[in-house]
């Protein structure tokens, strides 16, 4: 099975797909942990692709194809994956059409999460993130046990340099003229189902989840 994530920053698309990864057992993969990985590293590449996260401006197609290629090459996506940032546009979601169809794989179900524009702004900038697990908490919402401890493996959450409102604001800028035509592009393929999250219906990550489960399972 293969899901995509779509959605804002801050809309919960890690946090959903970490709860659906343990429900149907496939990897979950996120371009964004991808990014980061080769940002940190002293590379032609790293830098490259640092200097793009740094403005809060997407990674360009090409470069970002090629990484997904190699990852979707992996053996642990082999029995189905959440890809969790992309593809963000249509370029990429045609290119990933292409590699899956390759395989005789395809696009089964895409994921799309909607959150007002305040309420990513409060939930980004209290975001804290593990390190070691990926588990994503909450300052406000989803706070660890211990304040700045990770409930699942005891390590130290950290802030990412990224989770500022003014960078969150040009993320959001970014996502709805880069990314938001890609709504349309799976509307057309019938696979797209939308999902509203936000605090005034009491529909949070997890409700999320559970009606994305109860979709897949209809």
């Known amino acids: 099975?293969?899901?995509?994530?779509?959605?804002?920053?801050?809309t919960g698309k890690g946090t959903v797909s970490a709860i659906l990864k343990e429900k149907l057992g496939i990897?979950?993969?996120?371009s964004g942990d991808i990014f980061r990985k080769y940002s940190s590293e002293d590379s032609d590449l790293g830098r490259e692709i640092n200097s793009y996260l740094q403005k809060g401006k997407l990674v360009p197609d090409e470069l970002t194809i090629k990484m997904i290629k190699e990852r979707l090459n992996e053996k642990d996506v082999q029995k189905g994956v959440i890809l969790d940032g992309f593809p963000r546009t249509e370029a990429q979601a045609q290119a990933l059409d292409n590699m899956l169809s390759e395989t005789g794989k395809k696009v089964d179900l895409v994921v799309?999460?909607?959150s007002p524009k305040q309420e990513i702004l409060d939930r980004i900038v209290t975001r804290r993130i593990c390190p070691d697990?990926?588990?994503?908490?909450?300052?406000?919402?989803?706070k660890p046990k211990v304040e700045g401890i990770c409930d699942n493996c005891g390590a130290k959450l950290y802030q990412r340099e990224d989770d500022t409102a003014e960078k969150v604001e040009t993320r959001i800028e970014v996502y709805k003229k880069e990314t938001?035509?890609?709504?349309?592009?799976?509307?057309?393929t019938g696979k797209l189902f939308q999902i509203e999250v936000t605090e005034k219906t009491g529909t949070m990550a997890k409700e999320a989840a559970e009606k994305v489960m109860t979709k897949i399972n209809a």
């Open 1 to 10: 099975m293969v899901v995509i994530m779509l959605g804002a920053p801050g």
């Open 27 to 30: 990897a979950h993969v996120s």
């Open 112 to 114: 799309d999460l909607d």
């Open 133 to 142: 697990c990926k588990a994503v908490f909450n300052t406000k919402l989803n």
């Open 180 to 188: 938001a035509p890609l709504e349309k592009y799976y509307e057309n």
